[in-house]
């Protein structure tokens, strides 16, 4: 969507308006109530609503907070509200933290929207093959949001539909991790079918088939589901619909996005119209003035030096990743890591045109590789390997290196880690393949941190203020 959820503020007053008590499941507004949802319009501009929240603090906004600061990838910025950043990245979570209070309560309102849409549609007098695509949609994006929060918060409460009376959310509780990916599943079924291979103009950026395909291989992969998982992405990469770019760094020129690698990105676009992306700021270092980018940087996100560690000599990705260091207004080199894969000159502060890449055919090409490894399949996922190392210009594995399913399994750990830097997915790695625990705990020990870190830190506690508004039903996680 080149528009780029430009009806997000017109939502705002209509699907936007829940308060934000529990599960913010309030009634839209009696006006929009009675006069929306009537025509096909109607419905899309609801629809491009929903796209909107992703961008959310809670959602992809700050997506970082949730999945990079715990990993051994990065850490937090040293000033400002650092113990809310801190908490993450040291494990000692606060059950009132805001940015667990963010990513449930814009969790919670994307879902309100798709469940909103999903069920008035059945109103809408209009074209059925545009009806079924724009349910598909929805349902893609509800799947994407439920993801993010049962990988975050593990049990959940499970709606699936539009709640029109404030205290029918109160008869939610949590509902187990294994309904949750049951009703992800559905939905990624249901919309595979109904969603078109690919769009153009306007509507580039929706989701499409291979989208509907790759989340839902991503899905069984975290269930360990593996031969569902390959299934379900090969068929993505047999399709011929998506390909690595021959250069890592056009990946990430905001030029170029919405290009043959991109699965699904989050959509930004600059221009002082509240719809551009803040990554470009937000990463650069602090008090660095324009000698990064204009406007300067809040310093957010910085890699460790074990992640800088973590590429292979000759590694063309690493430049476009991150720095180490930059030149300022004085001319003297000032020591600084930083994210500099999102680096697109901002109109105004925060406001660049960098989109968020949720889902890359290189990340397909990899869980496709561990899913035929976790079956057995080692020397049929090395080929699936060693095309991202070749794009990124490093020599191929050889089967020796590789041969056994043990040593495939920390190649592919490694070439997610460099491949994917600083795209929200180390973190969820590490908790899905079991290596999160022995790889921060040595990362603890490495920066001299006594820690007692166990399965309990998996997952994150929910947010104090959703148990204090409904103690008979929402409890909280074991250890917090």
Known sequence: M???????????????????????????????????????????????????????NGQYGQYYVVSEVPSDDTRPVLSGSVTDQDEFDKFYLRTTNPYLAARWSDGYRGIYRCNAIIDRSAGVTMDEALKSRILGEAKFLRALMYFNLVRVFGDVPLVVKEITDPQEGYEYG????????????????????????????????????????????????????????????????????????????????ASNKNHKESVFDVQYKKGSIGEGSNFANVYAPENSGNAVIQFGGGGNNQPTPDMIAAYEPG????????????????????????????????????????????????????????????????????????????????????????????AMRLALEQERRVELAFEGHRWFDLVRTGRALPVLQAKAAAIGIKTNLTENNLVFPIPQSQIDINRSKITQNQGY
Do not use: H
């Not at 430009?6 to 929009?32: E, H, N, R």
């Not at 250069?247 to 990430?252: D, T």
């Open 315 to 406: 590694d063309l990705r690493k430049d476009v990743s991150l720095a180490t260091s930059y030149t300022n207004a004085s001319g003297a080199k000032v020591d600084y890591n930083f994210v500099r894969k999102y680096r697109d000159a901002p109109v105004i502060n925060n406001d660049s045109e960098d989109n968020w890449p949720v889902l890359r055919y290189a990340d397909v090409l990899l869980m496709y590789a561990e899913a035929l490894n976790e079956a057995g399949k080692t020397a049929d996922a090395l080929p699936y390997l060693n095309r991202v190392r070749t794009r990124a210009g490093l020599a191929a594995k050889t089967a020796t290196e590789v041969g056994t399913q043990a």
């Open 174 to 253: 949590r509902s187990p991790v294994a309904d949750v990916y049951a009703q992800i599943v559905k939905d990624l079924t249901d919309a595979e079918t109904v969603l078109d291979v690919s769009y153009t103009g306007a509507n580039v950026g929706r989701a499409t088939r291979g989208a509907a395909k790759s989340l839902l291989g991503k899905v069984y992969l975290t269930q360990r589901k593996y031969a569902d998982a390959a299934t379900k992405l090969k068929e993505v990469i047999d399709a011929g619909t998506y390909d690595l770019l021959p250069s890592y760094a056009s990946v990430f020129q």
């Open 2 to 56: 080149k528009r780029t959820y430009l009806l997000v503020a017109l939502l705002s007053l209509t699907l936007g308006s829940c308060k934000d008590d529990f599960l913010a499941l309030s009634p839209i507004s009696q006006a929009s109530t009675t006069t929306f949802y009537k025509t096909s319009s109607d419905l899309l501009n609801a629809l491009n609503g929903a796209y909107g929240a992703l961008q959310l």
